[in-house]
C-alpha cells in the first residue's frame, strides 16, 4: 500500500529562522511528488513537483528536493505570510492522475 | 481562465437527504477528481474521471455517485446523506503531458458540508 507520511505534524518558527519539512514517502513506483500550500479555509495551491531522486526546485523563500525515500520543503528566512499547511503527495506509475496525500505540516511562523 | 469551480462554498443537510456539489473547469482538462478532508485524515480521494463518460472509485467511494457527461464538468452526488459525510470536498483537475511524466492537479475552493 502507498504511503506518505509528514513530519513534524505543526512547527512554529521565528520570522527568519529557517527549517525544513519532512515528507517519507514508500509506494511501488514514483511517477512524481507534488507539494501544495494550503491556507485556511481555501484549496490546495499547487507548489512543487518534482521527478527523480536528486531533483530540486526552488519559489521565493522554498525550495523542495528529492531522494529515493524523501522529500524536504526547506524554507529560507520564513515570514509570517508563509503560515500555512503543507501538503505532500505522491503519484505512482500507472495510477493515472490519483493522488496520496500526507496528512500536511501546519507551520507558523512568528514575526 | 476561472480554474477550477466549485458551488456551493457551504451546504447544511438533514440526514437521509440528498444533494449534488457541482465542480466546473475550463482548462480543458481531461483529469477530474473529487476528494475529502477530514480533520488528521488528510485529503482522500473519492471518485476520478480520466475523460467523459469515464469514471472511477478512490479510496472511500461509498455513499456518493459521479457522472462526467462533458469535459468541463464533474458533479458529485449524495445519495442519502449521513452524518459521516460531514466533511469539505475539493474538485480537482489535471492534464496529461504524457510520456510518462506526473499530472499536476488544481484545486478548486472546496464545499463545507454539515450533516445533522
Same mark, same amino acid.
Not at chain 1, 529562522?17 to 485556511?40: A, H, I, K, M
Not at chain 2, 511524466?101 to 475552493?109: A, D, M, V, W
Given at each position: ?5 509528514? !513530519? ?6 521565528? %520570522?527568519? %529562522?529557517s !527549517? =525544513? @519539512?519532512?515528507?517519507s514517502?514508500?509506494? !511501488? ?13 481555501k484549496?490546495? +495551491? ?5 521527478? !527523480?531522486a536528486? %531533483? +530540486?526546485k +526552488?519559489?521565493?523563500r522554498?525550495?523542495a528536493t528529492?531522494?529515493?525515500?524523501? =522529500? ?8 509570517? +505570510? ?6 505532500c ?17 501546519? @507551520? =507558523?511562523?512568528?514575526? | ?29 481531461e ?6 478532508q ?6 482522500r480521494?473519492?471518485?476520478?474521471s480520466v475523460?467523459?463518460?469515464?469514471t472511477?472509485q ?19 452526488r ?5 452524518p459521516?459525510q ?6 480537482a ?20 458540508l454539515?450533516?445533522?
Amino acid at each position: 500500500e502507498d504511503q506518505v507520511t509528514q !513530519s513534524p505534524e505543526a512547527l512554529r518558527l521565528q %520570522e527568519g %529562522e529557517s !527549517s =525544513s @519539512l519532512n515528507c517519507s514517502y514508500t509506494v !511501488s513506483g514514483l511517477r512524481g511528488l507534488f507539494w501544495y500550500r494550503q491556507d485556511p479555509g481555501k484549496g490546495p +495551491e499547487f507548489l512543487f513537483t518534482l521527478y !527523480s531522486a536528486g %531533483e +530540486e526546485k +526552488e519559489k521565493e523563500r522554498l525550495k523542495a528536493t528529492l531522494t529515493k525515500k524523501e =522529500s524536504f520543503l526547506h524554507i529560507t528566512a520564513p515570514k509570517p +505570510e508563509d503560515s500555512a499547511t503543507y501538503l505532500c503527495a505522491v503519484q505512482v506509475t500507472g495510477a493515472n492522475s490519483k493522488l496520496t496525500f500526507g496528512k500536511g505540516i501546519t @507551520l =507558523s511562523v512568528r514575526p | 481562465n476561472a480554474g477550477v469551480t466549485q458551488t456551493p462554498k457551504f451546504q447544511v443537510l438533514k440526514t437521509g437527504q440528498s444533494m449534488t456539489l457541482q465542480c466546473a473547469q475550463d482548462m480543458n482538462h481531461e483529469y477530474m477528481s473529487w476528494y475529502r478532508q477530514d480533520p488528521g485524515m488528510g485529503l482522500r480521494l473519492i471518485h476520478y474521471s480520466v475523460g467523459a463518460g469515464i469514471t472511477d472509485q478512490g479510496e472511500v467511494p461509498n455513499g456518493y455517485n459521479v457522472s462526467r457527461s462533458t469535459t468541463e464538468d464533474f458533479p458529485l452526488r449524495l445519495l442519502s446523506a449521513a452524518p459521516s459525510q460531514t466533511s469539505v470536498y475539493f474538485c480537482a483537475s489535471s492534464y496529461s503531458r504524457g510520456g510518462g511524466e506526473p499530472y499536476e492537479q488544481y484545486f478548486g475552493p472546496g464545499t463545507r458540508l454539515t450533516v445533522t
